[in-house]
């Protein structure tokens, strides 16, 4: 009992621990955080009550999900005025392929919606096509990633049961982050994808890309051959962290698939070697006891492994992956913001260039132009170049005004969907950690607990066991005497012993 309750102190100590260490950061904020931090306390607890929702909203009852999305407070639904929940896995053969849908389904208030409910099932390949599609039309926000669709090497079947269950709670996620976002859950598309029917969403599938995307693509491809001047240092260091952030998540990922590894073949050898002793123990009828015991206890570990590799394989392995897919996105949505700085400083040098050519004009001497080979007054020919430059250059005023709005609503989407990142990845990562200290502790704790009641059997058996051989302290020469006077003593009893 002593020990139960100093292990329960214990696990009491390292969760108030790991949650200090979240909430109060070694990191001092300025006061300007502090407010942004201040302000958003609504919002996380906010998402903390969805997080709770979307647990019971994983089960296959109807009821329990309208009842977790009711549970929220009246405030919280104007809020978060649609919910969307992705469960219910399903795989289908068919004769030409096989493949996986999972159930979407769609509460909301909103006045453009037909209806407040919506429920229908959805592949894959729809999710990767409403990512596109938000890509394309909102390019200056980051986009959730998606789970890469062969990126689960653990699992060798990726229609198997595990594969499934790991895929839809990524997907849950993915829709969960849109419909949590002020811009992406007003997206024309994502109203598509939750309420078109099957035969609707695959005619809005094969339509072709759109003029704009065409051009920012031809734009983008142009883009490595141009060096941003004027970059601001905020931007700089903003790639510099995420590329250092991505690298250092891929080293996570490896170590972690290597544990999981490790941890899914101890389990197995555990599974293996207590049902060993179990056999021993038919054969050794006098340690009949001591045997089950120690069979007992290791299949008990056996057992308390499961947790263990379980929680890896749902949560902490994914949401690894997850946030080195995030990195990438928000590197794309870095590019695209430079892309935008990029069009604008070309307009700014145009219109430079433009200047410049107007002043060349206002002092040119167009007696030998094409003109005034024609009969054209020479001052005649300036005024109309002088007009027509004068002209453009209004225009690429318009232009280079628009470019810089723009590019400072590019940098307010990007600074807003990068401290919302920053917020999320702070509350999942702390989630992630508490939950692998509690079933580690929990491990430990059962696993005591089995070798502790080993050892009580241990010493209730009355086992004669020989006494351990006692040091000896004489000299050299005092253990060769010894060593002759006991072997003379054998030999006389082995004559005796004869005789």
Known sequence: MAAAGETDESRQAV??????????????????????????????????????????????????QRMAIDSLSSEDQDAHDIFVTIDDPRKHVTKMETYATYKVSTRTTRGDFDHPEYTLRRRY????????????????????????????????????KEFLVTR???????????????????????????????WELSAHRKMKPSFVSVIGSSVKTNASAYMLKNRSPEYTMMWEYIHTFGDKMGSVDRISQRILKEQTEYREHLSNFGPAFRLLSEYEIDLSDVLNAFAKSIESCAKGMDPVVEGSELYFTPLIKEYILYSDSVKSVLKKRDKFQMEYELAVDEITRKKNEREQVKISDQNYSVGAMLGKDPEEVKEQKGNKIEAHIQKLQKQVEFLNDKTEVANADLKADLDRWHRNKRKDTKEAFIGMADRQIS???????????????????????????QPSFSSPKDSHNSSSESSSWVQIEGAEGGS
């Open 125 to 160: 390949t729809d999710f990767l096509w409403l990512r596109h599609k938000l890509e394309e039309t909102q390019p200056t926000h980051l986009v959730p990633p998606l789970p890469e669709k062969h990126s689960m090497k653990i699992y060798v079947d990726r229609f198997c």
């Open 443 to 469: 491990f430990y704790e059962n696993m005591l607990s089995g070798w502790e009641d080993v050892m009580h059997i241990l010493r209730e058996q009355d086992l004669e066991l020989p006494a351990p051989p």
């Open 15 to 64: 969760s108030q621990t790991m949650k200090e260490a979240f909430d109060n950061p070694l990191t001092d904020e300025d006061d300007e955080e502090e407010e942004i931090l201040a302000q958003s306390d609504h919002e996380e607890s906010t998402q903390t009550v969805l997080a709770t929702t979307l647990k019971v909203s994983n089960s296959r009852n109807p009821d329990l």
């Open 168 to 198: 839809q709670r990524a997907l849950n996620k993915f829709v969960t982050r849109i419909a949590e976002h002020p811009t992406l859950s007003f997206n024309e598309y994502f109203k598509i994808f939750l309420t078109a029917k099957a």
